[in-house]
């Protein structure tokens, strides 16, 4: 891996990936820096709700040169960039030749199948748009061989917006806010996935809801199905019935898609994409491929937060393993003793047998350790943790710990030698890229994590892979427990996954979570 190249880049889910000085590879998000959920990097940003503006830029710079120690040869940085981020950027690495990239989609495949197992494998990118060498599109399939990565179709088929302006009419995704608030609409899918499965999909609006995701006019759409889709302007049934319908209907259309050029070329397949977080979706096209000999991959950081290190493999050509423990260390190490003084707090070393002790009374706990994972998916490095088969538990923690709407489904983690045990057509699922269907004599006994369609958004782990998970999971297995735990990521409603120790305790002192895990220390309330 080559140190000599940083990649920069600066629409929604800006990033940064480089070579460290301990060679390793990391992806640093900036939301994760600004504390600013989906936070842009560009100058020309700053009057959005997402901007950082200049100051955050220049210390978010000033960060990744301290762990780079040397001007890279290369900087590569997305063409969305401007002349006062390009000044910014000379300023502080004075030394380094800059190199525009306008390949939004390359850049999705390059990232995620240089991440595969897979030596070569057909690459899909779906997507809400990106511009690729002057030409805006949405979906794109690659055929990728070696380190070569050859398109072979586009597509104008819009999934990524026409599913995400479902959530406009829906009053329990986003109420009382505006749609052309960036930040906003970029949270309605993952909303609109959770409520879809308390809806039943309405044979006769699958017509025109086809029709809606070639035209997206919510308006058309909305004569045609004879209901009011303006702006919030939905609740209950209607809501439901709408999202169902619409997942129904994205599966069919992206299902086909797909299917039509791996039935001409039986390859295993790569989704990248926004609308690869569609874990419902992924679960039933992972089955489909297993049962036709052949796999799916699904990287970590399929969305706009992996577009940085697409770019960097598109210079330098280099397979890798998946960059999921990747991302900031925790920023405020040193202020520990200070936060530990500033609150009534039991402070012990920890171990395993106390969480579980801690967890199987009932108690919530958050662990911050390492460097943080990369991507929209906490996966036990920034994580809140719980034992769910506590029946309330879902509940208290979107109401009183989260602070989020109450349809939102949290993921269960089990051991990966376990999972054929409590789950259905369960995968290997290190990054939640799948939703297999709790079994049914287990779903009364983990309510928790069990979506109201029985699904469940499953991570498993394996004892090289996340040995705090994995040693949680097996004491509890000792203990004749159900080795199930519940994850969801360590924020707040709002705002991005945490990384510094002021926002955990923030949470500490003024949620109901009961605990943290600060890497070797045990802090409870």
Same mark, same amino acid.
């Given at each position: 891996?080559?140190?000599?190249?940083?990649?920069?880049?600066?629409?929604?889910?800006?990033?940064?990936?480089?070579?460290?000085?301990?060679?390793?590879?990391?992806?640093?998000?900036?939301?994760?820096?600004?504390?600013?959920?989906?936070?842009?990097?560009?100058? +020309?940003?700053?009057?959005?709700?997402?901007?950082?503006?200049?100051?955050? /830029?220049?210390?978010?710079?000033?960060?990744?040169?301290? +762990?780079?120690?040397? &001007?890279?040869?290369?900087?590569?940085?997305?063409?969305?960039?401007?002349?006062? &981020?390009?000044?910014?950027?000379?300023?502080?690495?004075?030394?380094?030749?800059?190199?525009?990239? &306008?390949?939004?989609?390359?850049?999705?495949?390059?990232?995620?199948?240089?991440?595969?197992?897979?030596?070569?494998?057909?690459?899909?990118?779906? #997507?809400?748009?990106?511009?690729? !060498?002057?030409?805006?599109?949405?979906?794109? $399939? =690659?055929?990728?061989?070696?380190?070569?990565?050859?398109?072979?179709?586009?597509?104008?088929? &819009?999934?990524?917006?026409?599913?995400?302006?479902?959530?406009?009419?829906?009053?329990?995704?986003?109420?009382?806010?505006?749609?052309?608030?960036?930040?906003?609409?970029?949270?309605?899918?993952?909303?609109?996935?959770?409520?879809?499965?308390?809806?039943?999909?309405?044979?006769?609006?699958?017509?025109?809801?086809?029709?809606?995701?070639?035209?997206?006019?919510?308006?058309?759409?909305?004569?045609?199905?004879?209901? #009011?889709?303006?702006?919030?302007?939905?609740?209950?049934?209607?809501?439901?019935?709408?999202?169902?319908?619409?997942?129904?209907?994205?599966?069919?259309?992206?299902?086909?898609?797909?299917?039509?050029?791996?039935?001409?070329?039986?390859?295993?397949?790569?989704?990248?994409?926004?609308?690869?977080?569609?874990?419902?979706?992924?679960?039933?096209?992972?089955?489909?491929?297993?049962?036709?000999?052949?796999?799916?991959?699904?990287?970590?950081?399929?969305?706009?937060?992996?577009?940085?290190?697409? +770019?960097?493999?598109?210079? $330098?050509?280099?397979?890798?393993?998946?960059?999921?423990?990747?991302?900031?260390?925790?920023?405020?190490?040193?202020?520990?003793?200070?936060?530990?003084?500033?609150?009534? =707090?039991?402070?012990?070393?920890?171990?395993?047998?106390?969480?579980?002790?801690?967890?199987?009374?009932?108690?919530?706990?958050?662990?911050? +350790?390492?460097?943080?994972?990369?991507?929209?998916?906490?996966?036990?490095? /920034?994580?809140?943790?719980?034992?769910? %088969?506590?029946?309330?538990?879902?509940?208290?923690?979107?109401?009183?710990?989260? !602070?989020?709407?109450?349809?939102?489904?949290?993921?269960?983690?089990? /051991?990966?030698?376990?999972?054929?045990? =409590? !789950?259905?057509?369960?995968? %290997?699922?290190?990054?939640?890229?799948?939703?297999?269907?709790?079994?049914?004599?287990?779903?009364?006994?983990?309510?928790?994590?069990?979506?109201?369609?029985?699904?469940?958004?499953?991570?498993? $782990?394996?004892?090289?892979?996340?040995?705090? !998970?994995?040693?949680?999971?097996?004491?509890?297995?000792?203990?004749?427990?159900?080795?199930?735990?519940?994850?969801?990521?360590?924020?707040?409603?709002?705002?991005?996954?945490?990384?510094?120790?002021?926002?955990?305790?923030?949470?500490?002192?003024?949620?109901?979570?009961?605990?943290?895990?600060?890497?070797?220390?045990?802090?409870?309330?």
């Amino acid at each position: 891996m080559t140190s000599s190249v940083l990649s920069l880049y600066g629409s929604h889910d800006a990033s940064a990936t480089f070579v460290d000085t301990n060679g390793d590879l990391r992806i640093l998000e900036l939301e994760r820096f600004s504390d600013i959920r989906y936070a842009m990097y560009s100058n +020309q940003f700053d009057s959005w709700s997402l901007g950082v503006g200049e100051k955050v /830029r220049e210390e978010f710079l000033n960060y990744i040169k301290e +762990q780079i120690s040397v &001007d890279p040869e290369v900087i590569i940085y997305s063409s969305v960039l401007d002349q006062n &981020d390009l000044q910014l950027i000379s300023r502080i690495f004075p030394n380094s030749q800059l190199e525009s990239f &306008d390949g939004h989609h390359i850049s999705h495949a390059y990232g995620s199948y240089f991440q595969s197992p897979f030596k070569e494998a057909l690459v899909f990118t779906v #997507d809400g748009g990106g511009s690729d !060498f002057g030409a805006h599109t949405t979906t794109k $399939v =690659y055929n990728a061989i070696g380190n070569e990565v050859t398109e072979i179709h586009k597509s104008g088929m &819009d999934f990524g917006n026409a599913y995400s302006l479902i959530g406009v009419p829906i009053s329990e995704v986003s109420p009382g806010k505006d749609n052309n608030d960036l930040g906003v609409f970029l949270s309605y899918a993952g909303k609109v996935m959770g409520i879809c499965a308390y809806g039943r999909v309405v044979n006769e609006w699958l017509a025109p809801m086809e029709s809606f995701y070639h035209h997206r006019n919510l308006q058309t759409l909305g004569n045609e199905i004879g209901l #009011d889709l303006s702006l919030n302007s939905l609740s209950g049934e209607s809501s439901y019935n709408l999202a169902a319908t619409s997942q129904h209907v994205f599966e069919k259309l992206l299902l086909d898609f797909i299917l039509s050029f791996f039935d001409k070329n039986n390859q295993n397949i790569v989704l990248t994409g926004g609308c690869a977080l569609n874990v419902v979706f992924n679960q039933k096209l992972k089955k489909v491929l297993c049962e036709r000999g052949f796999d799916l991959y699904v990287p970590p950081n399929p969305n706009d937060c992996g577009q940085s290190l697409g +770019q960097y493999l598109y210079k $330098v050509k280099k397979h890798i393993e998946p960059l999921v423990y990747s991302g900031f260390d925790i920023l405020d190490r040193e202020d520990i003793d200070l936060y530990l003084k500033s609150g009534n =707090y039991k402070v012990a070393d920890t171990s395993v047998e106390k969480i579980v002790d801690l967890i199987s009374d009932g108690k919530i706990g958050g662990i911050i +350790q390492g460097y943080s994972e990369v991507g929209p998916r906490a996966l036990g490095n /920034r994580s809140i943790i719980c034992d769910p %088969s506590f029946t309330d538990m879902k509940d208290v923690l979107n109401a009183k710990v989260k !602070f989020r709407e109450w349809f939102r489904p949290f993921a269960p983690v089990c /051991r990966d030698e376990d999972k054929q045990i =409590y !789950f259905d057509d369960a995968y %290997s699922a290190d990054y939640m890229s799948y939703a297999p269907f709790v079994k049914e004599e287990y779903r009364d006994k983990l309510p928790s994590i069990t979506h109201v369609d029985g699904t469940a958004r499953l991570q498993t $782990v394996n004892e090289n892979q996340h040995d705090l !998970f994995y040693s949680i999971l097996t004491c509890m297995k000792q203990r004749e427990k159900i080795p199930v735990i519940l994850n969801t990521s360590f924020n707040i409603k709002g705002r991005p996954i945490l990384t510094t120790l002021k926002d955990a305790f923030h949470v500490l002192d003024n949620t109901e979570l009961d605990f943290l895990v600060i890497e070797n220390l045990l802090v409870v309330k």
